[in-house]
C-alpha cells in the first residue's frame, strides 16, 4: 500500500495538501476539493450516516475522517476532513481499521491541536503543518523502488 496523497479539507478547500505520487494528469485542485467534500455530504445526507470512511475505485481509493473544528471567523465548530489517496488493497475494510484510520486520526488531532480557534481562511499558514504529514504517514509514501532505494 502507498499513500498517494495526504491533506485537509475544511469548506470545500484544500486547507494543505501534500501529494507524494502523481495519480492522474493536471488538476485543480480546488474544483476537487469541493468534488471531494459535496461527495461527502451528498453520500452522508443520502444515507442518512455520517459514517462514510472510503470511496474505491480500480486502482486508487480515497479515505476520509471528519472531525470537527472552529475557525476565529465563525466560532460555532464546522465540519473539516482528513483525506489520503492510496493504492486499492484487496481486504481494504480490514486494512482501513487497522491502519489509515489511525493515520487519518493522527492527522485530524494534530492539526486540530494546532489549528483550532484559528483563523482557517489563510492557508499559508498551513506550509509548517507539511512537515508533520511526512512524519505521520513515513515510509508508507514510499512505492517498493523508493524503499529498495533507501536500503541500500
Known amino acids: 500500500m502507498v499513500i498517494r496523497e495526504v491533506g485537509i479539507l475544511f469548506r470545500g ?25 459535496a461527495i461527502i455530504d451528498f453520500a452522508e445526507s443520502t444515507f442518512n450516516s455520517n459514517k462514510m470512511k472510503y ?27 482528513a483525506y489520503m489517496i492510496l ?5 481494504m475494510e480490514k486494512y482501513f481499521n487497522k491502519v489509515i484510520s489511525p493515520l487519518l486520526f493522527k492527522v485530524i ?6 489549528y483550532n480557534g484559528k483563523y482557517l481562511s489563510k492557508t499559508s499558514q498551513f506550509t ?24 541500500f
Request: charged share 35%.
Open 128 to 151: 509548517e503543518f507539511k512537515k508533520n504529514l511526512d512524519e505521520i504517514c513515513g515510509s508508507m509514501t514510499q512505492n517498493m523502488d523508493q524503499k529498495l532505494k533507501g536500503t
Open 13 to 37: 478547500n484544500d486547507l494543505i495538501n501534500v501529494q507524494y505520487h502523481v495519480t492522474s494528469g493536471k488538476i485543480d485542485h480546488d474544483i476537487r476539493s469541493a468534488f471531494f467534500t
Open 55 to 81: 470511496l474505491g475505485g480500480e486502482k486508487y481509493i480515497i479515505a476520509f475522517l471528519e472531525d470537527k473544528i472552529s475557525s476565529i471567523d465563525l466560532p460555532i465548530e464546522e465540519s473539516f476532513y
Open 109 to 114: 488531532r494534530k492539526f486540530k491541536n494546532m
Open 87 to 91: 493504492d486499492k488493497e484487496k481486504k
